[in-house]
């Protein structure tokens, strides 16, 4: 069985979906793999360093005679024109954007695996890379927001004086928001944060911020994830946090409804009560912002304060989102590899292949809401 690694084609995007000690294990299991020169350059990883484990570094497109292809972002069409009938892709898949790519998957009968639809199971969590990268993108977070801020993150006692500590607010207590509270706090910053589920309380306590309590009814999701919520209930919970945002010197929103755009916590009305030199970190930006005026890649200024918007963030931090990443991805493929014999077993009785796989023998196993490609 070949696997390959092509070069991340997307702009901006640093990561690989292989590193070489992991590109190693895959060759003592007797598979050959195939990657890209140049491939996992951004990431820090050289030719050189896989040569070393035995992978084949080539320099022209690796995945034409591929049985799979591991990426990070998802193949393009004219790529996935490519693959031969039965070759599984791995990537992320948004399917809400990429009807046209999904199609393209579908007709060249290619079976392609998306890393967002993995379940929230204990049994997957090995092969969770939204949370894998999610850590990434909340440990930036809390360190853009130190950047960014004229202030202190720490209490000092210095001889001209004392320093009073930073006050840190976080907006959403998943994954990203708890990394991101944990290293705030690592920084000496005073750390509340607020979630909407209130099962979070006990995480967030547990990383040494007090938890915001609001009177408003609880939007407990399905996989831990949170419920979109009513615009009357949102307005509600807009106005009551006001008072904490004004009191911040760094907010940082991590919210997010998986499929939907991100939900609105923070006007530009709401940001008026914050100081000037204050900071606002959006790590949604991407998908619609929970900050109104925030712009993904950008930083933006309004009233003298400053709101850094979330663009590819667990790419500025290449090395080690890349070497989470591939674990995910390598967990997902010895999930689909019969040990017997080493060669891909593809049960849809397992729960988590069933809902991962987005194509399958030239149909699309999912519902198609948006375009894109």
Not at 128 to 139: E, F, I, K, P, R
């Amino acid at each position: 069985m070949r696997i390959a690694i092509p070069t991340e084609t997307k702009p901006g995007e640093a990561r690989v979906a292989l590193v070489p000690d992991l590109a190693a294990k895959l060759i003592k299991q007797g598979f050959d793999v195939v990657l890209q020169a140049g491939a996992g350059a951004k990431s820090g990883f050289t030719d050189a360093a896989y040569q070393a484990t035995g992978v084949q570094v080539v320099s022209a497109d690796a995945i034409n005679s591929a049985d799979v292809v591991l990426s990070v972002q998802p193949l393009s069409i004219s790529q996935v024109n490519t693959l031969k009938p039965g070759a599984i892709t791995i990537s992320f898949l948004p399917v809400n954007s990429s009807a046209e790519l999904i199609q393209a998957a579908a007709m060249a009968k290619v079976t392609a695996l998306s890393l967002e639809l993995i379940p929230r199971i204990s049994r997957a969590q090995s092969m969770d890379a939204l949370t894998s990268q999610a850590l990434c993108a909340g440990y930036k977070a809390a360190l853009v927001g130190a950047e960014l801020s004229p202030r202190f993150f720490p209490l000092l006692m210095t001889a001209a004086g004392t320093v009073t500590p930073a006050q840190v607010l976080v907006l959403g207590a998943g994954v990203a928001g708890l990394q991101a509270i944990a290293t705030a706090k690592r920084l000496g910053a005073v750390v509340s944060a607020y979630d909407v589920r209130p099962s979070s309380k006990d995480e967030v306590i547990s990383m040494g911020a007090a938890f915001i309590e609001l009177e408003l009814e609880a939007l407990e999701g399905s996989g831990g994830y949170a419920r979109e919520m009513t615009e009357e209930r949102a307005a509600k919970q807009r106005e009551l946090l006001t008072p904490y945002i004004s009191k911040s010197d760094v907010v940082i929103t991590t919210a997010a409804v998986p499929g939907r755009p991100a939900p609105r916590l923070i006007t530009k009305e709401m940001m008026s009560g914050l100081k000037s030199g204050s900071v606002v970190v959006d790590l949604a930006a991407e998908t619609g912002g929970n900050v109104e005026g925030s712009v993904a890649g950008e930083v933006v200024e309004i009233a003298g304060v400053k709101i850094w918007g979330g663009k590819d963030v667990p790419s500025t931090l290449p090395y080690h989102a890349s070497q989470l990443y591939a674990k995910n991805v390598i967990n997902l493929l010895n999930l689909m590899i019969d040990p017997t014999n080493n060669e891909l077993n593809l049960n849809f009785e397992d729960e988590i292949i069933a809902a991962a796989a987005v194509t399958h023998a030239g149909e699309v196993r999912v519902e198609l809401t948006g375009g894109g490609k």
